[in-house]
Protein backbone atom coordinates (compact mmCIF):
# COMPACT_ATOMS: atom_id res chain seq x y z
CA UNK A 1 0.00 0.00 0.00
CA UNK A 2 3.05 2.26 -0.53
CA UNK A 3 1.97 5.46 -2.12
CA UNK A 4 4.45 8.15 -3.81
CA UNK A 5 3.35 11.18 -3.23
CA UNK A 6 4.90 14.41 -4.47
CA UNK A 7 8.42 12.22 -4.87
CA UNK A 8 7.51 11.31 -1.39
CA UNK A 9 8.15 7.59 -0.44
CA UNK A 10 4.57 7.29 1.81
CA UNK A 11 3.67 2.83 3.77
CA UNK A 12 0.07 4.30 3.35
CA UNK A 13 -1.48 8.05 2.01
CA UNK A 14 -3.57 8.11 5.52
CA UNK A 15 -1.67 11.26 7.21
CA UNK A 16 -2.47 13.14 10.06
CA UNK A 17 -3.27 16.92 9.74
CA UNK A 18 -1.90 19.78 11.16
CA UNK A 19 -3.50 20.87 14.48
CA UNK A 20 -3.02 20.31 17.68
CA UNK A 21 -2.15 16.46 18.04
CA UNK A 22 0.84 17.45 15.99
CA UNK A 23 1.92 20.37 17.88
CA UNK A 24 5.70 19.05 18.71
CA UNK A 25 8.40 16.52 18.54
CA UNK A 26 7.26 14.21 20.18
CA UNK A 27 3.57 13.92 19.19
CA UNK A 28 4.44 13.88 15.77
CA UNK A 29 6.67 10.79 16.95
CA UNK A 30 3.43 9.12 18.04
CA UNK A 31 1.36 9.76 15.06
CA UNK A 32 4.16 8.31 12.93
CA UNK A 33 4.65 5.21 14.98
CA UNK A 34 0.71 4.55 15.28
CA UNK A 35 0.49 4.08 11.28
CA UNK A 36 0.44 7.67 9.82
CA UNK A 37 2.09 7.72 6.20
CA UNK A 38 3.01 11.29 6.94
CA UNK A 39 2.35 14.10 9.44
CA UNK A 40 1.73 18.10 9.24
CA UNK A 41 2.87 20.09 11.83
CA UNK A 42 0.73 22.25 13.79
CA UNK A 43 1.01 26.45 11.87
CA UNK A 44 4.45 27.56 12.57
CA UNK A 45 4.64 31.01 12.52
CA UNK A 46 7.16 33.80 13.17
CA UNK A 47 5.76 34.75 16.22
CA UNK A 48 3.77 32.94 18.90
CA UNK A 49 1.11 33.71 20.34
CA UNK A 50 -0.86 32.87 23.26
CA UNK A 51 -3.84 30.32 23.38
CA UNK A 52 -7.06 31.17 24.69
CA UNK A 53 -9.08 28.75 27.27
CA UNK A 54 -11.33 27.25 26.53
CA UNK A 55 -10.31 27.02 23.02
CA UNK A 56 -12.07 23.63 21.73
CA UNK A 57 -15.71 22.81 21.69
CA UNK A 58 -17.57 19.48 20.60
CA UNK A 59 -21.21 18.32 20.05
CA UNK A 60 -20.80 15.16 19.37
CA UNK A 61 -20.29 15.22 15.38
CA UNK A 62 -18.16 18.64 14.59
CA UNK A 63 -15.55 20.21 16.24
CA UNK A 64 -14.80 24.56 16.78
CA UNK A 65 -11.23 24.84 17.04
CA UNK A 66 -10.03 28.75 18.32
CA UNK A 67 -6.18 27.27 18.57
CA UNK A 68 -4.21 29.81 16.32
CA UNK A 69 -0.66 28.13 15.85
CA UNK A 70 2.06 26.27 17.06
CA UNK A 71 3.16 28.05 20.55
CA UNK A 72 6.69 27.22 20.02
CA UNK A 73 9.06 29.55 18.48
CA UNK A 74 10.34 29.13 14.69
CA UNK A 75 14.12 28.37 16.16
CA UNK A 76 12.64 25.56 18.77
CA UNK A 77 11.53 23.69 15.69
CA UNK A 78 15.13 22.66 14.94
CA UNK A 79 14.65 20.52 18.39
CA UNK A 80 11.38 19.79 17.57
CA UNK A 81 12.15 18.20 13.92
CA UNK A 82 14.88 16.39 15.39
CA UNK A 83 12.54 14.11 17.98
CA UNK A 84 9.77 13.75 14.98
CA UNK A 85 12.35 12.18 12.40
CA UNK A 86 14.00 9.81 14.63
CA UNK A 87 11.54 7.49 13.33
CA UNK A 88 10.97 6.22 9.79
CA UNK A 89 8.35 8.57 8.39
CA UNK A 90 7.58 12.02 6.55
CA UNK A 91 7.15 14.45 8.29
CA UNK A 92 5.24 17.75 6.39
CA UNK A 93 5.78 21.75 7.74
CA UNK A 94 2.61 23.81 7.43
CA UNK A 95 3.49 27.05 7.67
CA UNK A 96 1.58 30.38 7.93
CA UNK A 97 2.35 34.43 7.72
CA UNK A 98 0.18 37.28 6.59
CA UNK A 99 3.25 38.22 3.56
CA UNK A 100 4.73 35.76 1.05
CA UNK A 101 7.91 37.25 2.08
CA UNK A 102 7.50 35.66 5.87
CA UNK A 103 6.49 32.57 4.43
CA UNK A 104 9.51 31.63 2.44
CA UNK A 105 11.50 32.87 5.45
CA UNK A 106 9.32 30.19 6.92
CA UNK A 107 9.62 27.69 4.35
CA UNK A 108 13.44 27.70 4.30
CA UNK A 109 14.05 27.33 8.19
CA UNK A 110 11.95 24.15 8.07
CA UNK A 111 13.44 23.16 4.96
CA UNK A 112 16.73 23.35 6.77
CA UNK A 113 15.33 22.02 10.10
CA UNK A 114 14.78 18.55 7.77
CA UNK A 115 10.64 18.92 6.83
CA UNK A 116 10.23 16.74 3.54
CA UNK A 117 7.45 19.12 2.28
CA UNK A 118 5.70 22.46 2.98
CA UNK A 119 2.15 23.28 3.56
CA UNK A 120 1.06 26.52 3.21
CA UNK A 121 -2.03 27.32 5.16
CA UNK A 122 -3.41 30.71 3.44
CA UNK A 123 -6.86 31.16 4.94
CA UNK A 124 -7.89 31.11 8.62
CA UNK A 125 -11.31 31.02 9.82
CA UNK A 126 -10.71 33.33 13.02
CA UNK A 127 -9.55 36.20 11.14
CA UNK A 128 -12.24 37.14 7.98
CA UNK A 129 -9.20 39.10 5.99
CA UNK A 130 -7.10 35.55 5.66
CA UNK A 131 -10.50 34.44 4.73
CA UNK A 132 -10.67 37.13 1.75
CA UNK A 133 -7.28 36.52 1.03
CA UNK A 134 -7.42 32.53 0.47
CA UNK A 135 -10.37 33.69 -2.28
CA UNK A 136 -8.06 35.86 -4.38
CA UNK A 137 -5.64 33.38 -7.09
CA UNK A 138 -3.30 36.44 -7.88
CA UNK A 139 -2.26 36.45 -4.37
CA UNK A 140 -2.57 32.75 -3.87
CA UNK A 141 -0.32 32.60 -7.32
CA UNK A 142 2.83 35.47 -5.21
CA UNK A 143 2.89 33.78 -2.51
CA UNK A 144 2.91 29.95 -4.11
CA UNK A 145 5.79 31.16 -6.24
CA UNK A 146 7.72 33.59 -3.47
CA UNK A 147 7.64 29.73 -1.43
CA UNK A 148 8.70 27.79 -4.32
CA UNK A 149 11.68 29.63 -5.06
CA UNK A 150 12.91 29.75 -1.64
CA UNK A 151 13.23 25.79 -0.92
CA UNK A 152 14.25 22.81 -3.18
CA UNK A 153 11.38 20.54 -1.31
CA UNK A 154 7.71 19.75 -2.92
CA UNK A 155 5.20 23.04 -1.75
CA UNK A 156 1.67 22.10 -0.76
CA UNK A 157 -0.64 25.17 -0.98
CA UNK A 158 -4.05 23.85 1.83
CA UNK A 159 -7.21 25.85 0.21
CA UNK A 160 -10.46 26.98 2.08
CA UNK A 161 -14.14 26.34 1.01
CA UNK A 162 -14.68 29.61 2.06
CA UNK A 163 -13.79 30.49 -1.35
CA UNK A 164 -16.55 31.48 -4.69
CA UNK A 165 -13.90 29.16 -7.25
CA UNK A 166 -11.67 26.92 -5.30
CA UNK A 167 -10.81 25.76 -8.70
CA UNK A 168 -9.38 29.10 -9.60
CA UNK A 169 -7.40 28.92 -7.12
CA UNK A 170 -5.88 25.28 -7.59
CA UNK A 171 -5.19 26.59 -10.98
CA UNK A 172 -3.43 29.92 -9.43
CA UNK A 173 -0.94 26.78 -7.56
CA UNK A 174 -0.07 25.27 -10.63
CA UNK A 175 0.50 28.06 -12.20
CA UNK A 176 3.02 29.35 -9.76
CA UNK A 177 4.66 26.31 -9.44
CA UNK A 178 3.08 24.35 -6.47
CA UNK A 179 3.70 20.86 -6.27
CA UNK A 180 -0.21 20.06 -5.21
CA UNK A 181 -2.96 21.03 -2.98
CA UNK A 182 -4.59 20.15 0.51
CA UNK A 183 -8.61 20.60 0.19
CA UNK A 184 -9.86 21.64 2.60
CA UNK A 185 -9.43 23.97 5.92
CA UNK A 186 -11.90 24.12 8.36
CA UNK A 187 -15.08 26.51 7.96
CA UNK A 188 -15.57 29.26 9.49
CA UNK A 189 -18.65 28.66 12.44
CA UNK A 190 -19.93 28.87 15.73
CA UNK A 191 -20.57 25.45 16.84
CA UNK A 192 -23.93 26.41 18.69
CA UNK A 193 -25.12 29.29 21.95
CA UNK A 194 -26.32 28.40 25.25
CA UNK A 195 -29.90 29.68 24.93
CA UNK A 196 -30.34 30.32 28.93
CA UNK A 197 -27.07 32.18 28.77
CA UNK A 198 -26.58 34.00 25.24
CA UNK A 199 -23.06 32.49 25.64
CA UNK A 200 -21.86 31.08 21.95
CA UNK A 201 -20.03 28.19 22.74
CA UNK A 202 -16.62 29.81 21.97
CA UNK A 203 -15.86 33.37 22.24
CA UNK A 204 -15.20 34.16 18.43
CA UNK A 205 -15.11 32.45 15.65
CA UNK A 206 -13.66 29.18 15.13
CA UNK A 207 -12.30 26.14 12.29
CA UNK A 208 -15.45 23.94 12.00
CA UNK A 209 -14.51 20.29 11.59
CA UNK A 210 -15.08 16.73 11.54
CA UNK A 211 -18.00 14.74 9.48
CA UNK A 212 -20.07 17.55 8.86
CA UNK A 213 -17.93 18.91 6.62
CA UNK A 214 -17.13 15.57 4.76
CA UNK A 215 -19.05 16.12 2.05
CA UNK A 216 -17.95 19.40 0.90
CA UNK A 217 -14.55 18.17 1.33
CA UNK A 218 -15.50 15.73 -1.19
CA UNK A 219 -16.84 18.12 -3.60
CA UNK A 220 -14.23 20.72 -3.42
CA UNK A 221 -11.88 17.11 -3.97
CA UNK A 222 -13.81 16.37 -6.87
CA UNK A 223 -14.02 19.94 -9.00
CA UNK A 224 -10.37 20.40 -7.97
CA UNK A 225 -9.31 16.91 -9.76
CA UNK A 226 -11.99 17.64 -12.65
CA UNK A 227 -10.83 20.76 -13.57
CA UNK A 228 -6.64 20.84 -12.62
CA UNK A 229 -3.65 18.24 -13.24
CA UNK A 230 -2.19 18.74 -9.99
CA UNK A 231 -1.84 16.44 -6.87
CA UNK A 232 -4.31 16.76 -4.41
CA UNK A 233 -4.63 15.90 0.00
CA UNK A 234 -8.30 15.15 0.88
CA UNK A 235 -9.10 17.03 4.07
CA UNK A 236 -12.29 17.06 6.29
CA UNK A 237 -14.49 14.69 8.07
CA UNK A 238 -12.69 11.64 7.61
CA UNK A 239 -13.40 8.87 10.62
CA UNK A 240 -12.90 5.38 8.44
CA UNK A 241 -11.25 4.11 5.58
CA UNK A 242 -14.83 3.86 4.24
CA UNK A 243 -14.06 7.63 4.18
CA UNK A 244 -10.18 7.32 2.84
CA UNK A 245 -11.61 5.27 -0.09
CA UNK A 246 -14.25 8.07 -0.97
CA UNK A 247 -11.47 10.10 -0.99
CA UNK A 248 -9.41 8.69 -3.26
CA UNK A 249 -12.42 7.61 -5.52
CA UNK A 250 -13.07 11.24 -6.19
CA UNK A 251 -9.36 11.99 -6.85
CA UNK A 252 -7.07 12.61 -4.29
CA UNK A 253 -3.91 10.76 -3.87
CA UNK A 254 -3.88 10.82 -0.35
CA UNK A 255 -5.50 12.12 2.31
CA UNK A 256 -5.51 13.75 6.12
CA UNK A 257 -6.79 12.97 9.28
CA UNK A 258 -7.64 15.58 12.18
CA UNK A 259 -10.48 15.91 14.54
CA UNK A 260 -10.87 11.73 14.58
CA UNK A 261 -7.38 11.95 15.87
CA UNK A 262 -7.91 14.67 18.51
CA UNK A 263 -11.05 12.77 20.00
CA UNK A 264 -10.43 9.17 19.84
CA UNK A 265 -5.85 9.39 20.22
CA UNK A 266 -3.49 8.70 17.30
CA UNK A 267 -4.92 4.90 17.84
CA UNK A 268 -7.37 5.49 15.20
CA UNK A 269 -4.42 5.73 12.48
CA UNK A 270 -3.80 2.23 13.23
CA UNK A 271 -7.05 1.28 13.20
CA UNK A 272 -7.92 2.98 9.74
CA UNK A 273 -4.91 1.99 7.89
CA UNK A 274 -5.25 -1.48 8.76
CA UNK A 275 -8.86 -1.93 7.48
CA UNK A 276 -7.99 -0.18 4.42
CA UNK A 277 -4.75 -2.29 3.88
CA UNK A 278 -7.93 -5.70 4.23
CA UNK A 279 -9.97 -3.39 2.03
CA UNK A 280 -7.28 -3.44 -0.49
CA UNK A 281 -6.30 -7.05 -0.43
CA UNK A 282 -9.83 -8.25 -0.29
CA UNK A 283 -10.26 -6.33 -3.89
CA UNK A 284 -6.91 -7.55 -5.09
CA UNK A 285 -6.27 -3.79 -5.22
CA UNK A 286 -2.72 -3.48 -5.32
CA UNK A 287 -1.62 0.52 -5.69
CA UNK A 288 -3.42 3.31 -4.34
CA UNK A 289 -3.57 5.03 -8.29
CA UNK A 290 -6.18 2.10 -9.30
CA UNK A 291 -8.50 3.51 -7.50
CA UNK A 292 -7.63 7.15 -7.58
CA UNK A 293 -10.68 9.12 -9.74
CA UNK A 294 -12.71 5.88 -9.56
CA UNK A 295 -15.93 7.51 -8.98
CA UNK A 296 -15.19 10.59 -11.58
CA UNK A 297 -16.64 8.74 -14.17
CA UNK A 298 -19.70 8.55 -12.84
CA UNK A 299 -20.18 12.40 -11.33
CA UNK A 300 -21.55 14.59 -14.11
CA UNK A 301 -22.57 18.18 -14.59
CA UNK A 302 -26.36 18.73 -13.70
CA UNK A 303 -27.22 19.72 -17.01
CA UNK A 304 -25.32 16.07 -18.42
CA UNK A 305 -27.67 13.80 -16.11
CA UNK A 306 -29.99 11.70 -17.90
CA UNK A 307 -33.87 11.59 -16.89
CA UNK A 308 -34.79 8.08 -16.26
CA UNK A 309 -37.88 7.00 -14.93
CA UNK A 310 -37.08 5.71 -11.39
CA UNK A 311 -39.60 5.19 -8.48
CA UNK A 312 -39.15 3.61 -5.35
CA UNK A 313 -40.28 0.29 -4.97
CA UNK A 314 -40.46 -1.92 -1.29
CA UNK A 315 -39.14 -5.38 -0.96
CA UNK A 316 -42.15 -6.80 0.08
CA UNK A 317 -40.66 -8.68 3.25
CA UNK A 318 -42.52 -7.71 6.76
CA UNK A 319 -41.51 -4.17 8.06
CA UNK A 320 -40.94 -5.27 12.03
CA UNK A 321 -39.78 -1.63 12.81
CA UNK A 322 -42.41 0.69 13.38
CA UNK A 323 -40.45 3.78 12.66
CA UNK A 324 -42.36 5.13 10.14
CA UNK A 325 -39.58 7.54 8.75
CA UNK A 326 -40.34 6.93 4.97
CA UNK A 327 -43.84 7.72 5.62
CA UNK A 328 -43.45 11.00 7.41
CA UNK A 329 -40.37 11.73 5.26
CA UNK A 330 -42.57 10.98 1.98
CA UNK A 331 -43.49 14.64 0.39
CA UNK A 332 -45.57 12.91 -2.11
CA UNK A 333 -47.79 10.92 0.29
CA UNK A 334 -46.62 7.80 -1.79
CA UNK A 335 -46.03 5.39 1.12
CA UNK A 336 -48.26 3.64 3.98
CA UNK A 337 -47.66 0.78 5.39
CA UNK A 338 -51.01 -1.68 5.58
CA UNK A 339 -50.44 -5.36 7.27
CA UNK A 340 -47.03 -4.82 8.90
CA UNK A 341 -45.90 -4.42 4.68
CA UNK A 342 -44.85 -1.12 3.27
CA UNK A 343 -46.58 -0.65 0.09
CA UNK A 344 -45.33 2.43 -2.58
CA UNK A 345 -48.26 4.11 -4.96
CA UNK A 346 -46.41 4.03 -8.03
CA UNK A 347 -48.29 6.81 -9.18
CA UNK A 348 -47.93 9.09 -6.69
CA UNK A 349 -44.15 8.37 -6.44
CA UNK A 350 -41.22 10.64 -7.73
CA UNK A 351 -38.33 8.87 -7.32
CA UNK A 352 -36.66 11.47 -5.29
CA UNK A 353 -34.84 8.61 -3.37
CA UNK A 354 -35.14 10.36 0.13
CA UNK A 355 -37.14 7.18 1.44
CA UNK A 356 -34.38 4.53 0.46
CA UNK A 357 -32.03 7.15 2.57
CA UNK A 358 -33.80 6.71 6.29
CA UNK A 359 -35.10 3.44 6.14
CA UNK A 360 -33.17 1.35 8.42
CA UNK A 361 -34.27 -1.77 7.41
CA UNK A 362 -32.76 -1.16 4.15
CA UNK A 363 -36.61 -2.36 2.58
CA UNK A 364 -36.69 0.48 -0.09
CA UNK A 365 -34.83 0.74 -3.06
CA UNK A 366 -35.37 2.62 -6.61
CA UNK A 367 -36.48 0.67 -9.37
CA UNK A 368 -35.68 2.34 -12.20
Not at 148 to 166: E, F, R
Not at 279 to 293: C, F, L, N, P, T
Not at 297 to 313: G, H, M, Q, V, Y
Not at 330 to 339: F, L, S, T
Amino acid sequence: MKVDFLNLKMKNPVMAAAGPWSRDGESIRSLLQAGAGAVVTESVVSDTLLDVRPRIAYDGRGAQNIRLYSDIQIEGWEREMEIAKSVDGVVIANISAHTPSELAYLAAKMEKFGADAIEISVSNPMWEALEVMASDAEVIYNITKEVVSSVKIPVLVKLSQNTTNITAVAKAVKQAGGSGVSAINTIRCILSVDIETGRPSLATYGGYSGAPIRPLGLASVAAIAQTVDIPICGIGGIEDYRNVIEYLMLGASAVQMGTAIMIHGPEILTRVTEDLARWMEAKKIDAVSQIRGEALKNLKSFDEIKIEPATSTSSGAPCTVDCRKCIEACMYHAIVKRDEKIEVNKEACTGCGLCTCICPAKKLTLDW
